[in-house]
């Protein structure tokens, strides 16, 4: 079959899904793919961590799956809008499926353009989209009645994405079209990166989720960069008390009650608290199962954002759960999706057993309604009882907290806007409106669908 005709047949699977039909996004935005030359570049907010900017070039920042609610859920199953298709190069911020678990899926209904990315990210890209599609395909084939709903995007979605991504190292200039770009460390995940664009003499910095400047194992932000337009994250609620005591007590509770604890994570998700646990000896001596492409893979191939010093644990751990108790981690980390689930519906009904959230589960999500003292979740098309202990720890402590970004942001001469695009909408308006107050900037929080001139 050819590219082609597999994308309409891919579309119009998804299409025909009872399982996965949806409502059509919120309105046709009509940007034009082709800016006239020398205008100031024209910035489209399409939602969650994804942003058009057509200058000369059209770039496409972010290309993330939706999380949430099972309504914005739902629109990861959905044909990617026209606008998505407009652009010229996809620019990926990070690894994570929040900002590039949809690439696969828009290679497959036919967009073929170069992807960059830092070399940590590229490196990381093959671990967590292979991962999300066979977990996808999981998922798919548990739904419930048949026929089975169609995953996102395959593995061979995957295999033709990987080939269009193009490595960009820290610090260097890029030029692409009439645009150059340049890449800063943003820490809190594995590769992740802030972006500067140079466009018809103007500059746009976009700045996704930052870690904390005084993480254990990652390396600190490079500085905010000098900008016209800074487009930020809300920042992520800071952590709530001794993180690994409290990691470290939940399990040691589970294990003497002779039960196994499953903790929801993405590809390196927990996996930052589970190696500082193992290091300073605070975890028990049980078997730590990493279900899936997670873990020391993820470590391995990005050792040089590690800070001097951080090793890989490598005893107690397993691809299998074992008999007996066991601590298991498994994506996704809003366990709406993936391997986690199988694990969730033996654990949950188990009263000696324990479910260990890391972060602040996004409202509507399985993880949120398990924080918030759910009795019993849908699984597969079957209620399943909470008696496991389920442990909320808030933040992880990886990501840097609204003091913090406020000052990364203000330590570089005031843009001529902000916008705060992505996160959390409490969180962003009081970022916003601290930035007003304390720094006297012109922020917003723009709607989605929101197009502007940068």
């Known amino acids: 079959m050819s590219d082609g005709s597999r994308a309409a047949a891919l579309s119009a699977?998804?299409?025909?899904?009872?399982?996965?039909?949806?409502?059509?996004?919120?309105?046709?935005?009509?940007?034009?793919?082709h800016h006239p030359a020398h205008a100031d570049p024209l910035l489209t907010f399409l939602g969650g961590a994804r942003y058009l900017l057509a200058a000369d070039t059209t770039l496409l920042v972010g290309c993330g799956l939706f999380e949430g609610p099972e309504t914005a859920w739902r629109r990861n199953f959905s044909p990617g809008p026209d606008e998505l298709h407009a652009a010229d190069a996809v620019i990926l911020p990070s690894a994570d499926?929040?900002?590039?678990?949809?690439?696969p899926q828009l290679v497959a209904e036919g967009w073929h353009g170069p992807v960059f990315a830092t070399p940590a990210t590229a490196a990381l890209l093959p671990v967590v989209l292979s991962d999300a599609a066979k977990q996808f395909a999981e998922d798919a084939a548990q739904v419930c009645p048949p026929p089975p709903g169609v995953p996102p995007?395959?593995?061979?979605?995957?295999?033709?994405?990987?080939?269009?991504?193009?490595?960009?190292?820290?610090?260097?200039?890029?030029?692409?079209?009439?645009?150059?770009?340049?890449?800063?460390?943003?820490?809190?995940?594995?590769?992740?990166a802030w972006l500067r664009v140079r466009a018809g003499g103007r500059s746009v910095v976009f700045a996704g989720p930052l870690g904390t400047a005084d993480h254990p194992l990652l390396r600190a932000p490079d500085p905010c960069p000098r900008s016209d337009v800074l487009v930020l994250a809300a920042p992520r609620?800071?952590?709530?008390?001794?993180?690994?005591?409290?990691?470290?007590?939940?399990?040691?509770?589970?294990?003497?009650?002779?039960?196994?604890?499953?903790?929801?994570?993405?590809?390196?998700?927990?996996?930052?608290?589970?190696?500082?646990?193992?290091?300073?000896?605070?975890?028990?001596?049980?078997?730590?199962?990493?279900?899936?492409?997670?873990?020391?893979?993820?470590?391995?191939?990005?050792?040089?954002?590690?800070?001097?010093?951080?090793r890989v644990p490598a005893s107690?751990?397993?691809?299998?759960?074992?008999?007996?108790?066991?601590?298991?981690?498994?994506?996704?980390?809003?366990?709406?999706?993936?391997?986690?689930?199988?694990?969730?519906?033996?654990?949950?009904?188990?009263?000696?057993?324990?479910v260990v959230l890391c972060g602040h589960p996004a409202p509507g999500?399985?993880?949120?309604?398990?924080?918030?003292?759910?009795?019993?979740?849908?699984?597969?098309?079957?209620?399943?009882?909470?008696?496991?202990?389920?442990?909320?720890?808030?933040?992880?402590?990886?990501?840097?907290?609204?003091?913090?970004?406020?000052?990364?942001?203000?330590?570089?001469?005031?843009?001529?806007?902000?916008?705060?695009?992505?996160g959390d909408a409490e969180a962003a308006q009081a970022l916003a409106k601290a930035l007003h107050a304390q720094a006297d900037w012109c922020a917003v929080v723009p709607e989605e669908g929101e197009r502007v001139l940068c």
């Open 13 to 33: 699977a998804r299409r025909a899904s009872a399982r996965y039909r949806t409502s059509p996004w919120p309105g046709r935005l009509h940007v034009t793919a």
């Open 97 to 103: 499926l929040g900002h590039a678990g949809f690439l």
């Open 153 to 192: 995007f395959r593995v061979e979605d995957v295999t033709r994405a990987l080939a269009l991504v193009r490595p960009v190292e820290f610090g260097s200039l890029h030029r692409f079209g009439g645009v150059e770009i340049e890449f800063g460390r943003a820490g809190g995940l594995l590769g992740a």
């Open 237 to 310: 609620p800071a952590a709530g008390g001794h993180l690994p005591g409290r990691f470290a007590a939940a399990i040691h509770r589970a294990v003497r009650r002779g039960g196994c604890v499953v903790v929801p994570v993405s590809v390196d998700g927990g996996v930052e608290v589970l190696r500082a646990l193992t290091e300073t000896g605070q975890l028990p001596p049980v078997p730590v199962v990493l279900d899936g492409d997670l873990g020391l893979e993820v470590h391995r191939k990005a050792a040089g954002e590690l800070r001097r010093g951080a």
């Open 316 to 354: 107690q751990l397993r691809a299998e759960p074992p008999d007996g108790p066991s601590v298991i981690l498994a994506g996704l980390g809003t366990a709406d999706s993936g391997r986690v689930l199988r694990h969730l519906a033996r654990v949950l009904p188990d009263r000696r057993g324990g």
């Open 365 to 422: 999500t399985r993880a949120a309604q398990l924080a918030n003292g759910a009795r019993h979740l849908k699984i597969h098309g079957r209620y399943v009882p909470v008696r496991a202990e389920v442990t909320t720890l808030g933040g992880t402590g990886a990501f840097a907290g609204p003091e913090e970004v406020l000052a990364w942001a203000t330590a570089t001469p005031a843009p001529e806007t902000a916008f705060v695009a992505e």
